[in-house]
Structure formats: C-alpha cells, structure tokens
C-alpha cells in the first residue's frame, strides 16, 4: 500500500464549478498535511495547510481533514481555467522527522 | 517573504562533469531538502538538513553530494551522473516540526 495516495485522474470540470480532489494517508499518526499545486514544467507551490480534523478555508480553497478516516480533501469553488494544475497531496509521518511524502498527483482540468 | 532561490535553472552535463547546484533561503528555515522529480512523477526526496546537519539520506548515490555551509544555503554536488539522473531537482526549506515547506524553481538538469 501507497503511503499517500491520490486518484490521478484527470479531474474535468466545467468553469465555475467545484472541483473536489481527494487523498488518502497510510500512516494513522501523520499529523501535518499539506495541499501543492504545479503547472507543467514549474515547481510545486503550497496553497493549503492543515493540521487540525475539520475544514480550513482560504479563499476559494477549503481543505478537509478526517483523521479517524485518514482521508484529507481539497475543494475549489468556483474554479477558473487557470486553476488547470498538477494537485499534490503531501503528508508528514510521524517520528519526528522533517520530511514530506507526496501523492501521486491529480490533474485538474477546468473547462471554458 | 517565502522565496527559496535555486541557481542554475538549467543545466546540461556531461557523464564525466562535476557541477554544483545551489539553493538559498532567507526565511530563517531551519530545514532544507533536496527533491528530485521526473516527468510525470511527485516529487521524490532525497536528503533533509535540519540545523545544518544530515538528518535523512533516502539511500541515494554516492554520485550526489550534499553539502550546507550554513542556515542558508544548500549545495547537491554532482559527479559522474548517469542520463536517467535528467530530472527537475528542486530544494525546499522549512522552520521544521512537520510546518509547511516553500520549493524554489527548481533546476532542470540534462545529463548527456
């Protein structure tokens, strides 16, 4: 079993609606999880952090976190052409260690 | 300010070469990370530096070399790489304890 895993799509939707990216976490005493968008060809930039159970919001980003599930989601409101991206879902094991486990990927297309 | 500055931002090698990389980060982070990422994959760590010293090698060659001289800087010498090491390395620093890590723009290497 994957450590992080992430359905790698791609996820289509149409302009202005919610675009729902999912990921799931093997380690049940991870405690930080992270959401990362990259464009093709740059490098990953975070835009979601959390570390509680419950929803975080930023803007038209809301991350979702269920511990007990292992289960971490992102959502998009209103999702715009430009939100067309590489998702990536990042966790931090337990341990101690200052380290990072990626999924792999979803991509997001969002359509005019 | 959330910059992380990698220099160069591309560079072609030959097998025989020795090249560095270089990263900077003047954020006060206290962990530094190089990542290597091929087309179409998440990011893969390699090493983690915590207050200036080794903290993680994920079993990678003897070819690749880290290096931190200080809190802000991060090196990956480079010796007698192999083609299939073509890839985007990407560093990333963080203040450590599992908090969200910022990636610079990465560095595209191409070893022929």
């Known amino acids: 079993q994957k450590e992080v895993e992430q359905n790698s799509g791609p996820l289509s939707v149409p302009e202005g609606a919610i675009a729902s990216l999912n990921c799931t976490y093997s380690?049940?005493?991870?405690?930080?999880f992270f959401w990362y968008r990259q464009y093709s060809g740059k490098s990953p930039e975070l835009i979601m952090f959390i570390y509680s159970n419950g929803d975080k919001e930023d803007g038209r980003f809301t991350a979702q976190l269920n511990k007990a599930s292992q289960y971490v989601s992102l959502l998009i409101r209103d999702s715009q052409p430009s939100d067309s991206a590489t998702y990536l879902c990042a966790v931090n094991p337990p341990g101690g260690y200052n380290k990072l486990i990626f999924g792999a990927g979803t991509r997001l297309a969002v359509h005019p | 300010d959330t910059e992380v500055t990698q220099t160069p931002k591309h560079l072609v090698m030959g097998m025989t070469n020795k090249k560095s990389l270089k990263c900077e980060q003047h954020m006060g982070h206290r962990a530094m990370y190089w990542y290597k990422q091929k087309a179409k994959k998440p990011p893969e760590l390699m090493f983690v530096y915590s207050y200036e010293k080794l903290s993680i090698n994920e079993s990678v060659p003897s070819r690749f070399s880290p290096e931190c001289p200080n809190s802000s800087l991060l090196n990956l010498h480079l010796h007698a790489l192999q083609p299939e090491d073509s890839a985007l390395y990407l560093c990333?620093?963080?203040?450590?304890?599992?908090?969200?890590?910022?990636f610079g723009q990465g560095t595209r290497l191409t070893v022929v």
């Open positions: 990333a620093s963080s203040a450590g304890g599992g908090t969200e890590a910022f």
């Open positions: 380690d049940r005493g991870s405690q930080s």
